[in-house]
C-alpha cells in the first residue's frame, strides 16, 4: 500500500500567488481530511471529506482557501492569493470510514512558505 | 469545548529511561482517544488508541490507558530508544459522530545515547 500521497513536498511562492496542494487518500478509504501544522497554532483540521462531499469546513481560514474532493482518489486544497502567514506544513489524511475511533492515516505533508 | 491538554515539552531524556508524557481530555462523553507520533519531516503516524474507559493502547513498547476517573490518557515506556526521538500528540475525537480530530499542541522528546 502506496500511504496517502501528497504533492508537491515543498513550495515556494511569493505573495499573491495561487498555490494548489494534491492529496490522493489510500484507495478504498472513504474519509479524507486536510490539516495545517503550524508552531503558533500547532495542528488544525481545516476540512473534511466523506464520500467525496464536504462535511465539515469550518476550520477554513477564510474565503482565500478552497478544497474540492472530485473523486474519491483526489483532492486539492487551493490558496488564491497567497500571503505570508499561511506558511505552513499541510497535512491530508484519510480514514476506511466514518465510524468511532477509527484510524487517520496522514501524507508526508506538503511544506509551504510563501514570501 | 472538545480539548486536550498534554504536557508541555521539550523532554530530553537519556536512553533506557522511563518516559511519561501526560495527556488530559475534556470530559464530555467518552470519546475514542489516540496517540500519534511526527518523526521529523514526516506526517503522523498512529502509535496507539483506546475507544473506552479501562482500555489499555499499546505499541512498540509504549502503553496509555483510558481512565475516565481522571480523564487522562498518559504515554508511558518502560526503556527509550534514540529512535523514539520525535514529537508526540495526544488526541480526540469530537462529540456528535463527527470524525473531526482534536489534538494538543504536542510534546517534543529527545533521546540521548
Not at chain 1, 502567514?85 to 466514518?98: E, I, K
Request: charged share 20%; with cysteine; glycine share 8%.
Amino acid at each position: 500500500d502506496a500511504g496517502v500521497i501528497q504533492s508537491p513536498r515543498h513550495e515556494v511562492t511569493e505573495m499573491g500567488q495561487e498555490v494548489t496542494l494534491r492529496c490522493k487518500p489510500i484507495s478504498g478509504h472513504n474519509s479524507l481530511f486536510w490539516y495545517r501544522q503550524t508552531m503558533m497554532r500547532g495542528l488544525e483540521l481545516l476540512i473534511y471529506f466523506n464520500n467525496n462531499v464536504p462535511i465539515d469546513d469550518s476550520g477554513m481560514p477564510e474565503d482565500r482557501f478552497s478544497a474540492k474532493m472530485p473523486n474519491a482518489s483526489f483532492s486539492t486544497l487551493k490558496i488564491q492569493p497567497s500571503e505570508p502567514r499561511d506558511s505552513a506544513v499541510y497535512f491530508c489524511a484519510s480514514s476506511p470510514r466514518l465510524a468511532e475511533g477509527e484510524t487517520q492515516y496522514f501524507g508526508p505533508g506538503t511544506r509551504l512558505l510563501v514570501l | 469545548g472538545d480539548s486536550v491538554t498534554q504536557m508541555e515539552g521539550p523532554v530530553t531524556l537519556s536512553e533506557e529511561a522511563f518516559l511519561t508524557i501526560n495527556c488530559t481530555y475534556t470530559a464530555t462523553g467518552y470519546p475514542s482517544l489516540f496517540w500519534y507520533v511526527q518523526y521529523p519531516g514526516e506526517g503522523l503516524q498512529l502509535l496507539l488508541k483506546a475507544t473506552k474507559a479501562d482500555d489499555k493502547g499499546s505499541n512498540k513498547g509504549f502503553e496509555a490507558t483510558y481512565r475516565k476517573e481522571t480523564t487522562s490518557f498518559h504515554l508511558e515506556k518502560g526503556s527509550v530508544q534514540v529512535s523514539d526521538s520525535a514529537v508526540y500528540f495526544c488526541a480526540r475525537l469530537t462529540q456528535g459522530g463527527s470524525e473531526k480530530l482534536v489534538f494538543g499542541k504536542g510534546t517534543k522528546l529527545t533521546v540521548n545515547p
